[in-house]
């Protein structure tokens, strides 16, 4: 499992940031108010999405003049603004309406932008640039008050340039207006826009947030057990495993082609003639060993759940969400594979996956 080097994990970097201004759209945009989805409008979606991008230097042809477009931050600052005017309701302001619900109006007044210099090289990350990223902090400023839920910048990005002549583009989007395909979706047409192109995105952004309404009122059909709490007489992580003093804590593990194929080698033949997805085997793999490793004193019942992340796009046939290409909100619902610690624990690895 490749990790971050260790002069890559102690990377210490310094950056020159100017005031963070705000980028309006380019061109006058509507002026409305527009509700967000009920998926959109989850609890758990009420925070600042992040990520991170690093670039290195592309060697121009050593007969082109070197002008402002080497420099990335006044063209993407301009890409911004420009993709704004077909995403213009990342340029305005989450409100909450009565009864709590979202939506945003539209008021075009943009997104903040943070133009920096950092003093070191893109080299300097490592071959394998990997979470978690040093200095990530410095990469993506917290700018005062653009944090808060409600009546802030929906977007911010931070431009890096770095001495190499690489940069970091750095983002953080209100995870209520778009999931990570959403916002990669904007990305896309702001790079678009960047190498010189200047009719509208490939991509046609969709709203169409009343897709993912719920009926009024709503009709459950089923017990969606992604919702439903576990009722636990102790801690998973403390008394009923057991190991009292057993903490959880969180570590990144890389997983590539190596242990990818240690993995396969354990399942059967039979599983294998299936030609299962490398999810499957890993998540069975997982499921079963994380189980292990918690040893819960009551193993025979003890309820142990899978819980991951489907997205609704591209999802075909009758049952199908029918989600148009160029929708950038949320569109992912938990999915839940239940079992019981004996189960996972007493069958190979092919019963989880």
């Keep these: 499992m490749a990790v971050l080097t260790p002069a890559a994990a102690a990377l210490k970097l310094t950056t020159r940031r100017q005031p963070a201004v705000l980028v309006a759209p380019v061109a006058p945009t509507p002026r409305e108010t527009k509700l967000v989805s009920d998926i959109d409008d989850q609890g758990a979606l ?19 003049a070197r002008d402002r477009r080497d420099d990335p931050v006044p063209v ?41 210099d950092a003093d070191v090289r893109v080299d300097h990350f490592g071959d394998h640039i990997r979470p978690p990223l040093p200095c990530h902090e410095e990469l993506l400023f917290d700018v005062p008050g653009s944090s808060a839920m409600l009546n802030s910048p929906l977007l911010l990005m931070q431009v890096t340039r770095l001495p190499c002549g690489g940069f970091v583009v750095a983002v953080r989007v209100h995870h209520a207006m778009a999931d990570a395909q959403g916002i990669l979706q904007f990305l896309q047409a702001v790079a678009e826009l960047a ?38 007489t102790q801690p998973m992580s403390t008394t009923s495993c057991r190991r009292p003093d057993a903490m959880v804590v969180q570590r990144f593990f890389f997983f590539g082609p190596r242990e990818f194929a240690a993995i396969r080698a354990h399942l059967p033949p039979h599983l294998l003639q299936k030609q299962p997805t490398t999810f499957e085997a890993f998540t069975g793999f997982i499921w079963k060993h994380r189980t292990m490793a918690l040893s819960p004193h009551n193993a025979g019942e003890e309820e142990m759940r899978l819980i991951f992340v489907s997205s609704g796009r591209h999802v075909s046939g009758n049952d199908g969400l029918r989600i148009p290409n160029g929708y950038y ?19 190979p690895a092919s019963y989880a996956g």
Excluded at 46 to 64: C, D, K, N, T, V
Excluded at 89 to 108: S, Y
Excluded at 215 to 231: A, D, K, M
Excluded at 329 to 347: D, K, P, Q, R, Y
Aim: hydrophobic content about 40%.
């Design 76 to 116: 993407i600052r301009d890409a911004v603004a420009m993709a704004l005017v077909h995403y213009y309701p990342l340029a305005g302001r989450i409100r909450e309406l009565d009864g709590g619900k979202l939506a945003v109006d539209c008021t075009g007044e943009g997104v903040l932008f943070v133009e920096a």
């Design 46 to 64: 009420r925070f600042h999405m992040p990520a991170i991008q690093l670039y290195r230097r592309r060697e121009a042809s050593s007969s082109m």
């Design 329 to 347: 909100g949320n569109s992912s619902a938990f999915t839940v594979a239940i079992a019981t610690a004996g189960e996972l624990c007493g069958n």
């Design 195 to 232: 190498r010189g192109a200047t009719a509208a995105p490939t991509v046609k952004p969709v709203w169409d947030r009343h897709l993912l309404m719920s009926r009024n009122p709503p009709r459950p059909s089923f017990l969606h057990h992604g919702c439903v709490q576990i009722e636990r």
